[in-house]
Nanobody, 123 residues
Framework: VQLQAFGGGLVQAGGSLRLSCAAS????????MGWFRQAPGKERGFVAA????????GYADSVKGRFTISRDNAKNAVYLQMNSLLPEDTAVYYC?????????????????WGQGTQVTVSS
């Protein structure tokens, strides 16, 4: 599976962005997908994940109620809708795919990674 994330940018606090991740590879529809982020000087951390069907999702506590992950298997794509953005959401956001169908919040559970897209939230 090859992944390409896009949709990042500069937004004011309280604003919204929608990240997209385009996937190639015939195993996409059977793969759980996740979004992670890494701020300068910090480790890469879990943001959200969705299982193979889209029916099961998980979120980091810091983004619950503000971010929504979804997927479209017909388009080989996964999305992260980010609302009510805060300056602390500033980071490089990565999409990732597992070789398994169910979600996980740990980086080492994911087998494929995209190149990342920068999200900057100004105060």
């Amino acid at each position: 599976v090859q992944l390409q994330a896009f949709g990042g940018g500069l937004v004011q606090a309280g604003g919204s962005l929608r990240l997209s991740c385009a996937a190639s590879g015939r195993t996409f529809s059977s793969s759980a997908m996740g979004w992670f982020r890494q701020a300068p000087g910090k480790e890469r951390g879990f943001v959200a994940a969705v299982n193979w069907s889209g029916r099961s999702t998980g979120y980091a506590d810091s983004v619950k109620g503000r971010f929504t992950i979804s997927r479209d298997n017909a388009k080989n794509a996964v999305y992260l809708q980010m609302n009510s953005l805060l300056p602390e959401d500033t980071a490089v956001y990565y999409c990732a795919a597992r070789a398994r169908a169910e979600i996980s919040s740990t980086t080492f559970s994911y087998d494929y990674w995209g190149q990342g897209t920068q999200v900057t939230v100004s105060s």
